[in-house]
Each structure stands twice: as C-alpha cells, then as structure tokens.
C-alpha cells in the first residue's frame, strides 16, 4: 500500500524558513516524480515544485523560484521542500504527491498517482 506522509508544517513569521519532508511507503521512490502542491483557503490546489524520477531535474512554480528548493533522500525515501524567505501568501496546506514515471523532466500540470493528507504553513506575524 502506496502512502505519503507529509510532516514539517506549522506557523512561522515572514521572512522565515521551514522544511517540509514527504515520507514514501510502497512505492520505489526512485522510480516516481514527486510533486510538491499547495492550496489556500478559497482557492485551487496550485503545482509548487517537482523533481524528476530519473535524474533529479526539478521544476518550480514562478511564485517560489528562487526560494523554495526541492529535493530527495533516496535512502530516506523521503522529499524536502525547503522554504525560504516565507511570505503570507505562501499560507496553505501543502500536500506531496507521486507519478510513477521515468525519463522525463517532471511537471505540475500532469496527473499523479497519489497524494498525501498534506501539512498546513501558517505565515504570519
């Protein structure tokens, strides 16, 4: 049974850092994209960042480029999202989720497999 845990989330001040981590169970991380996604109160669930299966190449949202930092932990099969320079507009529940695919640069806009619960960012002062 396929399942992704996200964990790191909580209330931070603008400006601030966190580090989000996405845990893998049943699945060969390596062979998975990995999406990082978050959604705001009112609003649609939005494509943060990506990395790719086979070779690690990532893909980020313009709102977070430059901030934000995604990365993997074969060995943990787990995924970072670090995030940096936080604002309030990067208050939302982020959620991780999975493609099972190889040999092509990851993207938001595509479908994926699976998906965790999600972790809620609070940035305010």
């Not at 313009?62 to 970072?80: E, H, L």
Request: aromatic content about 10%; proline content about 2%.
């Amino acid at each position: 049974q396929v399942q992704l845990v996200e964990s790191g989330g909580g209330l931070v001040q603008p400006g601030r850092s966190l580090r989000l981590s996405c845990a893998a169970s049943g699945l060969t991380l390596g062979t998975y994209a990995i999406g990082w996604f978050r959604q705001a109160p009112g609003k649609e669930r939005v494509g943060v960042s990506c990395i790719s299966s086979s070779d690690d190449r990532t893909v980020y949202a313009d709102s977070v480029r430059g901030r934000f930092t995604i990365s993997r932990d074969g060995a943990k099969d787990t995924v970072y999202l670090q995030m940096n320079s936080l604002t309030p507009e990067d208050t939302a529940v982020y959620y991780c989720a999975a493609v099972h695919e190889s040999f092509r640069l990851c993207a938001l806009r595509r479908g994926y497999d699976y998906w965790g619960r999600g972790t809620q960012v609070t940035v305010s002062s």
